[in-house]
């Protein structure tokens, strides 16, 4: 199951090819990427250079990027493209009191993150009474074999629909507990559909760990998961038995009105 949003097919000649080149475009910046000239902009957006060109003269005109006259930067104004999703999205808005609740009575910031692609986008997130925070802030993007929302999301599709993603995915390395194996992380979402939840430790950052169960529909559909993530400070075990029936609780009453 992928969850409840799919893609609708459209016609051919309903289709504007610029909007696609353009969204593109601003596709092409990212942490190793966040100036970037024509040419390179050309080769990650797969347009020629002229294209390019225009299209980001166009986002500058437009305040969407900035630019020294080689090379281009995204503006701020940017964000407001997330931020309309971010507004107009009922399920986020749905979420949150529920994670905010869950804050109050585990002291652990909680969120609520979907599978875009081959990355979890982390959408609300609840605030604790802890002084230093931890974990993502919504809008971040993570490759989703590195985070627990992964597996767990993972864990509630049809079994051919897993393994068509896993074959697709880039397993890139960030710790030397990353799973990079296409093998090593299949068995992950196995073990994760057998629990109904996941836990990870040190797969992206050292010293911190994930846990995440899946979010869904009464008809079954996988719509996200609520997880947190959280210093080792007590053991695995201790950490589930404190956390788990709380956030089951909070899956069963979501299933409820999704």
């Not at 749905?94 to 979907?114: K, T």
């Not at 509630?156 to 390395?173: C, K």
Request: with cysteine; proline share 4%.
């Amino acid at each position: 199951m992928r969850g409840t949003e799919s893609v609708m097919e459209v016609a051919r000649k309903n289709i504007i090819d610029g909007l696609g080149k353009g969204l593109r475009v601003i596709e092409a910046f990212d942490d190793e990427h966040a100036r970037l000239t024509a040419s390179e902009t050309a080769i990650r957006a797969d347009i020629s250079r002229t294209a390019a060109r225009r299209y980001l003269l166009s986002l500058v005109h437009f305040g969407y990027a900035y630019t020294d006259g080689k090379r281009f930067w995204l503006s701020p104004r940017v964000l407001m493209l997330g931020q309309s999703y971010l507004s107009a999205a009922r399920l986020p808005r749905l979420v949150l009191p529920f994670i905010q609740r869950l804050a109050a009575e585990c002291g652990e910031n909680f969120n609520f993150s979907v599978l875009d692609g081959h990355e979890v986008v982390y959408l609300a997130r609840s605030q604790s009474n802890r002084m230093v925070t931890i974990g993502f802030p919504v809008g971040a993007r993570v490759p989703a074999h590195v985070v627990t929302p992964g597996p767990a999301i993972l864990s509630a599709w049809e079994p051919a629909a897993m393994e068509a993603w896993v074959a697709e995915h880039e397993f890139s390395t960030f710790t030397a507990n990353t799973p990079t194996h296409a093998e090593v992380f299949r068995r992950d979402v196995e073990a994760a559909r057998e629990l109904g939840y996941w836990v990870a430790e040190q797969q992206l950052s050292s010293g911190l760990r994930g846990f995440a169960v899946p979010i869904k529909t009464r008809r079954g559909e996988c719509v996200g998961a609520v997880g947190a993530t959280m210093t080792m400070h007590q053991s695995r075990e201790a950490m589930v038995a404190r956390l788990l029936p709380r956030v089951m609780d909070v899956a069963m009453q979501l299933q409820q009105v999704l």
